[in-house]
């Protein structure tokens, strides 16, 4: 199967960040693979998995490729840099890459760095709602257990302490979201706090929220509290409910 002219270059886009130290591992490493069973059939992972894994092939590959349309080298650039975010907040050598596959789409380096500050920004922002909103859950779980306590159990925390370490987060701000096992936000704050963004970046954010109910299966309760989150923001309930399905 041919792939389109932008996934392909994402697909490459994404390994050359994620191998901007050498090896492609961790979180970094699950993101591009599941971007590659995500994008081809069964038959034909195998070959990419592969490229993706080596960065002289990626290179190669991607001096071959025609120019991708204009309009789709902010999105190629935006998911490339993404990777990067998976396990902090992007190091040195991974921005230095992103540089050269914009110097490769014809874009200026100002350009891509202000892009890069900005994606940046924004993900370290969703990173703390979602951590609000996984905070809130494993609170709202814990008050309805048999045996309610003020206080997160062991295995619920260790859970949060694992989110915390998945996202686009410094030692310093994982440090300070720790008090959210201790003192649970409120459906309030969280949808207040929302409010303050623009329309864009709330569409982002719930999506990514919805995402985070989804892939976590929080089930009910997760879906009670995102619909009640929407409601705190006046959002329709039918719009609210197209972001869970």
Known sequence: MALKLELEWTLVACGLVALADGVLKGGEA???LDM?????????????????????RLLTHVARLAPPPADTHEQILRRAWSIALVDGEGSTDEARVLEQIGQRLGIERGHVVTWRKLWTSEAIETAGHIASFAALLLH???AAAPEPSKQLPPADR????????????????RQRLHRLMDESPTVEELGNALLW???????EVLRELASHIRTGGHGSLGRQLFLALAARMAVADEAARAYLD
Request: glycine content about 2%; hydrophobic content about 35%; overall charge negative.
């Open 30 to 32: 699950s993101r591009v």
């Open 36 to 56: 590659v069973h995500e994008a081809l059939p069964p038959d034909e992972q195998d070959e990419w998995i592969d490229l993706v894994s080596d960065r002289e």
């Open 140 to 142: 709202r779980r814990g």
């Open 158 to 173: 260790e859970q949060f302490l694992q989110l915390l370490a998945r996202m686009p987060l410094s030692d310093a701000r």
């Open 197 to 203: 963004l623009s329309a864009e970046r709330r569409d």
